[in-house]
C-alpha cells in the first residue's frame, strides 16, 4: 500500500514540474510554435543544423572546386565566395537555395556523412518533446504530426548520411574524383 501511495506522489510530482516547464504562451526549447489557439499553442520540433567542423567544409570546398563551382581557397571556413559556390551549387542540382551547407547539400556533395547521421537523435528527442507539450495542452493531432515530423527528419539524416558516407568512402577505396554532374559547370 505504501508503495502504492509513494508512486501516485511521484507521478503527481512529475505531472506538476512537467506542467510547470513552460508558460502557455511560450514553446519547450527545441521546438517552435505551430499554431497559437488562445492561451496554449501547438507546436512542432525544430530542425537541427549539421554541425560543421571546418574538415567538413574544406572537404565540400574541395568537391566544389573539383565540379567546377569556385569556391575560393580551401581553408575550412564558410565565407561569402564558398557560401555563394554552395548556392550556384544548390541551384544546378535544384535544392533549396541557402547557401549552407545543409545536409541535402552535403549528401550530394557527399560529404560529412557522420556528421549529417549525428543528427538523427536530436530530431527524434524534438519531435517527442513537442509531441509532450502539444499532449499537455490538449491538441493530440499536431502531437502526432510533432512526433511523426521528429522521426521522419531522423530517418532523413540516417539517410542522407549513410549515402553521403557511402559516396565518401567509394571515392577514397577507388581513388576516384568524384562524377562530373551532368550538367555544366557555372561560368
Same mark, same amino acid.
Given at each position: 500500500?505504501?508503495?502504492?501511495?509513494?508512486?501516485?506522489?511521484?507521478?503527481?510530482?512529475?505531472?506538476?514540474?512537467?506542467?510547470?516547464?513552460?508558460?502557455?504562451?511560450?514553446?519547450?526549447?527545441?521546438?517552435?510554435?505551430?499554431?497559437?489557439?488562445?492561451?496554449?499553442?501547438?507546436?512542432?520540433?525544430?530542425?537541427?543544423?549539421?554541425?560543421?567542423?571546418?574538415?567538413?567544409?574544406?572537404?565540400?570546398?574541395?568537391?566544389?572546386?573539383?565540379?567546377?563551382?569556385?569556391?575560393?581557397?580551401?581553408?575550412?571556413?564558410?565565407?561569402?565566395?564558398?557560401?555563394?559556390?554552395?548556392?550556384?551549387?544548390?541551384?544546378?542540382?535544384?535544392?533549396?537555395?541557402?547557401?549552407?551547407?545543409?545536409?541535402?547539400?552535403?549528401?550530394?556533395?557527399?560529404?560529412?556523412?557522420?556528421?549529417?547521421?549525428?543528427? $538523427?537523435?536530436?530530431?527524434? =528527442?524534438? %519531435?517527442?518533446?513537442? +509531441? &509532450?507539450?502539444?499532449?499537455? /495542452? #490538449?491538441?493530440?493531432?499536431? $502531437?502526432?504530426?510533432?512526433? =511523426?515530423? %521528429?522521426?521522419?527528419? +531522423? &530517418?532523413?539524416?540516417?539517410? /542522407? #548520411?549513410?549515402?553521403?558516407?557511402?559516396?565518401?568512402?567509394?571515392?577514397?577505396?577507388?581513388?576516384?574524383?568524384?562524377?562530373?554532374?551532368?550538367?555544366?559547370?557555372?561560368?
Amino acid at each position: 500500500m505504501k508503495l502504492h501511495f509513494a508512486a501516485s506522489l511521484m507521478a503527481l510530482a512529475l505531472c506538476g514540474t512537467i506542467g510547470a516547464q513552460t508558460k502557455p504562451d511560450q514553446a519547450p526549447s527545441g521546438t517552435v510554435v505551430d499554431q497559437q489557439h488562445g492561451v496554449n499553442n501547438e507546436v512542432q520540433p525544430a530542425p537541427e543544423q549539421v554541425h560543421l567542423t571546418p574538415d567538413v567544409i574544406r572537404s565540400a570546398q574541395q568537391k566544389l572546386n573539383d565540379e567546377g563551382y569556385k569556391s575560393g581557397t580551401i581553408d575550412g571556413t564558410m565565407g561569402p565566395v564558398t557560401a555563394g559556390a554552395v548556392r550556384k551549387y544548390q541551384q544546378r542540382k535544384g535544392l533549396k537555395q541557402t547557401g549552407a551547407l545543409d545536409e541535402t547539400t552535403l549528401s550530394h556533395l557527399n560529404v560529412g556523412g557522420g556528421h549529417v547521421m549525428a543528427t $538523427a537523435p536530436g530530431d527524434i =528527442g524534438r %519531435g517527442a518533446k513537442a +509531441a &509532450g507539450h502539444d499532449i499537455k /495542452e #490538449g491538441h493530440p493531432i499536431a $502531437a502526432g504530426k510533432a512526433l =511523426g515530423k %521528429g522521426v521522419g527528419r +531522423a &530517418g532523413k539524416a540516417v539517410g /542522407e #548520411g549513410t549515402k553521403s558516407g557511402v559516396g565518401e568512402g567509394a571515392q577514397k577505396v577507388t581513388g576516384q574524383k568524384p562524377k562530373e554532374s551532368t550538367s555544366p559547370p557555372p561560368k
